[in-house]
């Protein structure tokens, strides 16, 4: 036994060697994740940047230690929460490259324009492809093109969005889910629930050992009512999968047929909570009708640093954080 952890520990410590020493940078709103990142790894340094503005409202920025990142790799923890914080990340993040780095890597947890991908009549414009376009400018390194690690993406296709001189890492917050289900007293009788076709498509695979359930929206006159296209929730507790929320009103009438049709508990997960509008607040047990009108747990990760901020852990919503992950991406 002796000798075996002996040549574990030797082994551990060989892969320490070959880790890559990572200067972290991030935008204000991620300090906290990027502290956590950080605290992930011995290999990841923290790095500053001032985040100042002219009178006039326009970036004035500075790249702290500029000189002593030559050679070292690089990467930035972006979030894209709003169109005012954009243009001032995508200025460092095109700057950061030509500072004579050995290899840059934009971690964008969350790539926001994601669920608008499609044109469904002239005069759309998919704002999913124009980001896309845009982060393909990003100048390359002397290592090469730019990584870009995105957890989750709204739909598959559009790693096709990205150019050739930028190398999309797609990456997925499921692991953190798989993680905390096992921890539940109730493990062993978790069912799966996809409110439509294209929750199930991108998820279905890594949660291929559960029970699962998939929704539908159906119309009924004017209204689209949500039913159970096929999978039996009773007796079970079933936990909704999807990307993203946003208002919450596709989430909350799945709960509804779900307990309806004898679900004994209903929970959720998102990677991305965006919640416009403090629409969260709908979904805090405080707020809740009664028993049969609530979520036993809503998991979220902390791709939206001010959802998570807003929110805490108040219940029925439990942070699940990306933080190991971005660390273990960051090595790749």
Same mark, same amino acid.
């Given at each position: 036994?002796?000798?075996?952890?002996?040549?574990?520990?030797?082994?551990?410590?060989?892969?320490?060697?070959?880790?890559?020493?990572?200067?972290?940078?991030?935008?204000?709103?991620?300090?906290?994740?990027?502290?956590?990142?950080?605290?992930?790894?011995?290999?990841?340094?923290?790095?500053?940047?001032?985040?100042?503005?002219?009178?006039?409202?326009?970036?004035?920025?500075?790249?702290?230690?500029?000189?002593?990142?030559?050679?070292?790799?690089?990467?930035?923890?972006?979030?894209?929460?709003?169109?005012?914080?954009?243009?001032?990340?995508?200025?460092?993040?095109?700057?950061?490259?030509?500072?004579?780095?050995?290899? @840059?890597?934009?971690? #964008?947890?969350? +790539? /926001?324009?994601?669920?608008?991908?499609? &044109?469904? %009549?002239?005069?759309?414009?998919?704002?999913?492809?124009?980001?896309?376009?845009?982060?393909?400018?990003?100048?390359?390194?002397?290592?090469?093109?730019?990584?870009?690690?995105?957890?989750?993406?709204?739909?598959?296709?559009?790693?096709?969005?990205?150019?050739?001189?930028?190398?999309?890492?797609?990456?997925?917050?499921?692991?953190?889910?798989?993680?905390?289900?096992?921890?539940?007293?109730?493990?062993?009788?978790?069912?799966?629930?996809?409110?439509?076709?294209?929750?199930?498509?991108? @998820?279905?695979?890594? #949660?291929?050992? +559960? /029970?699962?359930?998939?929704?539908?929206? &159906?119309? %009924?006159?004017?209204?689209?009512?949500?039913?159970?296209?096929?999978?039996?929730?009773?007796?079970?507790?079933?936990?909704?999968?999807?990307?993203?929320?946003?208002?919450?009103?596709?989430?909350?009438?799945?709960?509804?047929?779900?307990?309806?049709?004898?679900?004994?508990?209903?929970?959720?997960?998102?990677?991305?909570?965006?919640?416009?509008?403090?629409?969260?607040?709908?979904?805090?047990?405080?707020?809740?009708?009664?028993?049969?009108?609530?979520?036993?747990?809503?998991?979220?990760?902390?791709?939206?640093?001010?959802?998570?901020?807003?929110?805490?852990?108040?219940?029925?919503?439990?942070?699940?954080?990306?933080?190991?992950?971005?660390?273990?991406?960051?090595?790749?």
């Amino acid at each position: 036994m002796e000798v075996v952890a002996a040549a574990a520990a030797a082994a551990k410590q060989k892969t320490k060697k070959h880790e890559k020493h990572i200067h972290l940078f991030y935008c204000s709103e991620c300090e906290e994740l990027a502290l956590k990142v950080a605290a992930s790894s011995d290999a990841i340094e923290l790095q500053s940047i001032n985040w100042r503005s002219f009178d006039d409202g326009f970036p004035n920025l500075f790249i702290n230690k500029a000189h002593d990142i030559r050679g070292q790799h690089v990467a930035f923890l972006a979030s894209f929460s709003s169109p005012a914080v954009i243009f001032e990340q995508i200025s460092v993040i095109f700057a950061l490259p030509k500072l004579f780095i050995s290899s @840059f890597t934009l971690v #964008l947890p969350f +790539f /926001p324009t994601g669920s608008f991908e499609r &044109v469904e %009549e002239e005069g759309d414009v998919a704002t999913a492809f124009t980001l896309a376009r845009i982060l393909s400018m990003i100048p390359k390194s002397r290592g090469g093109p730019t990584s870009v690690v995105i957890y989750d993406i709204h739909a598959l296709q559009e790693r096709f969005y990205f150019g050739d001189d930028v190398l999309p890492c797609f990456e997925t917050g499921i692991p953190l889910l798989l993680q905390r289900l096992r921890q539940l007293p109730d493990a062993k009788n978790i069912t799966i629930a996809f409110p439509d076709d294209g929750a199930w498509k991108r @998820f279905h695979k890594l #949660l291929q050992h +559960f /029970p699962m359930i998939v929704c539908n929206k &159906v119309r %009924e006159g004017d209204k689209r009512i949500v039913r159970i296209k096929e999978g039996n929730p009773e007796g079970r507790h079933v936990v909704i999968v999807d990307d993203l929320v946003q208002s919450g009103g596709t989430l909350r009438e799945c709960q509804k047929v779900l307990a309806s049709q004898g679900a004994a508990k209903v929970s959720a997960y998102v990677t991305h909570a965006v919640f416009p509008k403090r629409s969260y607040e709908r979904f805090m047990a405080s707020n809740s009708v009664g028993p049969g009108d609530q979520f036993a747990y809503f998991w979220i990760t902390d791709s939206c640093p001010h959802t998570v901020k807003a929110i805490g852990q108040r219940p029925p919503f439990e942070v699940l954080s990306l933080a190991g992950s971005i660390a273990d991406a960051l090595q790749i």
